[in-house]
């Protein structure tokens, strides 16, 4: 499940701007900052920070008594990543830890709301290290807490990512199109539809149409659908549908356009075979709004069509009914939905679920909407934004109960049904529904990714590895919650190095997250690196001064208690308070 994914940004700035060339030492009032070996020093005192962390510092120190937006920090430190929201926040906190910085009277890093942050203090370029000189005086002091792994493990660790990114890269079509016994299923991605109607606040009618169209080849046993992620990766990115199929593991890629002038709607779609270079199948569609939904379902089933060689007669499911009748309903369920992906705040889940609950009040049938609208309950109870957990559990539940009794092969509903037994404990209640999700949505990515932490909590960690392993293939450009499930897997099977690699590649995405590095501190410390699980026990209680060992035997729910134990010792092993 992604939690509070703020979406992808690009790189901004030209080749060759000077504030993108490497930093070399400096100084910010009393502390010199060593961005290539990440240390902050001052007289006796020598720090180290996360690689992340120490980028956000020098992206800072190029433009001192600026301001620089969020997105631009987000742009520069994790271009082309998915990222967490709280990951600048995170790396900010970090570093006024470091500087011993108060943020309502800020000497160093300045928050101004709304806007972004700005370095206040000032910066003085200061000449290379010395030839030979080796750590400053006082780097020999204990410093557990915020001492860097060895270059040694950190080239070890790169190794291990590539072999499994070269691992995951192999898991997906040998070739963009079917193996010669056709038992592949054809691999498509729907591109974001570009929004041609002259007004950016009808984005979320065209991002709508693309959700729709997913969703409804999605349900096709006969195709494997790359997920909305991973699709909107690209949202706003010029790239070549040849490096977009290359990127996804795909052969086929739908593009398309929407114009909306009043009521009147024209949608332009086409399906382009990335391998040979050529369009498939292409169409026009004309008329008003009220006619969107049969003007989908045309689109749906002129892309089968098109893939009629690839895809039996007997795999077609039928389109069905539209969701909804009314028009106003759907425009405000488009518009909740479009600002739920957003996984921003409290604040944007709220607004979302105002806007569902408008679409039900248009049409108390609309079973999606009663979904979505569960959906936004179970947020609030797995972001502690709710003050009463169990009430917004079972509201949600009730709302995914009805959306099943309107519409019973509607797999969103059994996976909030499914999202909410778990955080209830109800675990095996959890698995069935996430089960159902699956046999309704082959594709759905979430739903593999639920179930697989369900099997190998429950003693099935070789099927929950298969899963999420399967869900990477299905959304390549995925959120870090991802990876924290495949190094929880891979921890169970005591696949340590394999482990580090996927809690190290969540960290990226998301530094600010404790069970991340709860979870590398504990594959750290089985896989006999002591230093590095000492060194990420300090970054846990860097986060958490009240951190403890014996909590976590409440948090995550092992079927066998070896499991658990085993976890659990890993975390005493590295010097983390029981």
Known sequence: MAVKIRGVVPREGTPGDPHDQPLARFQIADWIVD?????????????????????????????????????????SVWAGSVVSYDALTGAIQKLRKAFKDDPRQPRIIETLSKKGYRLVAPVQALEGRPRGASTPPGDSAPQRAFRRPPRTVLTLLVLTALVGAATLLWMGPKSLG?????????????????????DPQQGYLADGITDDLITALAKNPGLLVIARDSSFFYKDRRLDVRQVARRLHVRFIVQGSVRRLGEVLRINAQLVDAEAGIHVWGERYDGAMADMFRVQDEITRGLTSALAVEVSPGQ????????????????????????????????????????????????????LAYAMLGWTH?????????????????????????????EQTLPVAYFVRGLAYRERGEYVKALVEAEKAIAYDPNYANAHVLLATLLYYAGRPEEGLALIQKAIQLNPHHPYNYSFHLGQAL???????????????????????ERLHVWLTAAYAQAGHQEEAEWEAGQVLTLNPEFSVARMRESFPFKDPADLQHFLDSLRKAGLPS
Request: hydrophobic fraction near 40%; avoid cysteine; aromatic fraction near 8%.
């Open 35 to 75: 961005p290539t070996s990440g240390r902050l020093s001052r007289g006796g005192e020598t720090l180290r920070l996360e690689p992340k962390v120490m980028e956000v510092l020098a992206y800072l120190a190029h433009r001192p008594g600026q301001v620089v937006t969020r997105e631009a920090l987000e742009a």
């Open 178 to 198: 079917p193996d010669p016994a056709g038992s592949a299923p054809p691999a498509i991605a729907v591109l974001p539809f570009d929004n041609l109607s002259g």
């Open 316 to 367: 077609r499911q039928d389109l069905g009914p539209p969701p909804t009748t009314s028009p106003r309903a759907y425009d405000r369920f488009l518009r909740g939905r479009h600002g739920f992906y957003l996984y921003a705040n409290k604040d944007q889940n709220r607004k979302a679920r105002a806007l569902f609950q408008d679409a039900i009040a248009f049409d108390p049938d609309f079973a």
């Open 378 to 406: 179970v947020f609030d109870a797995m972001n502690g934004w709710s003050a009463e957990r169990e009430r917004s559990l079972a509201q949600a539940l009730e709302l995914a109960n009805q959306a099943v009794s309107l």
């Open 491 to 513: 921890f169970v099977l005591h696949r340590n190095e394999a482990a580090i690699a996927a809690f190290a590649q969540g960290i990226e995405s998301n530094p600010a997250s």
